[in-house]
């Protein structure tokens, strides 16, 4: 029996529907079109990339029809539930001051580390614990370290996760190590040396909690990463830190970092500047996050259709609908000012 996941299906409706939150429309697309490829990674099924109108004419041509379509919309119907979920635990977080008993339970929940959290580092951290895909957006100096440590030893003690994968510029590499070693009691190794002494590392992967390495060894160490830490039966919680070094959806380190992202079981990005010079940058961040959130690469077009004014040129010239944006990316950030 074919068995469609939750977050596959989320990929599904991301690249068949281009609708938004339309899970009806989603739900006649799926019903009419062919499962076609095996995702190891994510151990389900998913539909290939056609717009409605190939697929009509597809079919006509083919003849084809999809079996199990009662579990297809089960899981359609879970998908709307866990958008709902996601947006009522946001409005938890708005107005968490006005709850104290739920506060203090967020306190213990996420008293996992060394040394206790804020209790505002407590809040974003429960909130990214929460989330398949989350950014924790804090401004600079808030924490957003521990935070993220935090969120990884709490899936590591419920046996949600067994590994930990941390992609960060070089110069913070160092940073990770201190800061795991100050907060937790995890141990780690850092990717660095040579190309022989890093295959030893992450061939020996399997020894350590954390793995640290940076966005530049993606481009040289990405047959390495497949096979020792892909291919391996691990639980991975991805932590993407300053991820707007992925904003360019044409970099290589974008697309080896989303690239992993897809065998990731959590993916939790780090940032305090998402947005650096435009509303289009978080299209390609969104797609190591959720990529239900703005779709994939072929669906850039669609993005620019729904929130930017576009010069005959072809160059994003405005923004329009950052309402709708924001709706639609606020279920998975959580951002708080120095101020607060």
């Not at 830490?229 to 639980?235: C, M, P, Q």
Request: aromatic share 12%; hydrophobic share 40%.
């Amino acid at each position: 029996m074919v068995i469609f996941k939750k977050y596959d299906l989320m990929h599904v409706i991301a690249k068949i529907t281009e609708r938004g939150d339309n899970f009806l429309f989603a739900k006649d697309a799926l019903a009419n079109l062919p499962v076609r490829t095996f995702l190891k990674n994510r151990k389900g099924w998913k539909l290939p990339y056609v717009d409605i109108p190939m697929a009509v004419k597809y079919l006509k041509e083919e003849g084809i029809k999809v079996e199990y379509s009662e579990e297809i919309s089960k899981q359609l119907s879970d998908i709307k539930e866990w958008r709902e979920e996601q947006l009522k635990i946001k409005h938890i977080y708005n107005n968490i001051k006005s709850d104290k008993k739920y506060f203090k339970n967020i306190l213990k929940e996420m008293d996992v580390l060394k040394i206790k959290l804020f209790p505002f580092q407590a809040v974003g951290s429960y909130f990214a614990y929460n989330a398949h895909g989350s950014v924790i957006g804090d401004m600079v100096g808030l924490g957003k370290t521990p935070m993220a440590l935090a969120v990884a030893e709490k899936r590591m003690l419920n046996k949600e996760t067994n590994f930990n994968l941390i992609i960060c510029p070089s110069t913070l590499k160092h940073n990770w190590k201190d800061e795991i070693e100050k907060f937790t009691k995890s141990n780690y190794a850092i990717v660095d040396g040579s190309k022989a002494q890093r295959k030893k590392i992450y061939k020996q992967s399997y020894k350590y909690r954390y793995v640290i390495m940076n966005y530049d060894l993606l481009l040289h160490d990405i047959d390495f990463i497949e096979q020792f830490i892909l291919e391996r039966d691990y639980d991975i919680n991805l932590i993407i830190d300053e991820i707007q070094y992925i904003n360019n959806p044409g970099a290589k380190r974008s697309k080896y970092t989303k690239q992993i992202a897809d065998y990731a079981l959590f993916t939790l990005g780090l940032s305090a500047t998402l947005i650096e010079n435009k509303v289009t940058d978080v299209f390609s961040s969104f797609q190591a996050i959720d990529i239900s959130v703005f779709g994939d690469r072929n669906n850039y077009r669609n993005f620019t259709k729904n929130y930017c004014n576009v010069d005959w040129f072809g160059n994003v010239s405005g923004y329009k609908n950052p309402k709708m944006m924001r709706r639609r990316m606020s279920p998975y950030i959580i951002r708080r000012l120095r101020e607060e």
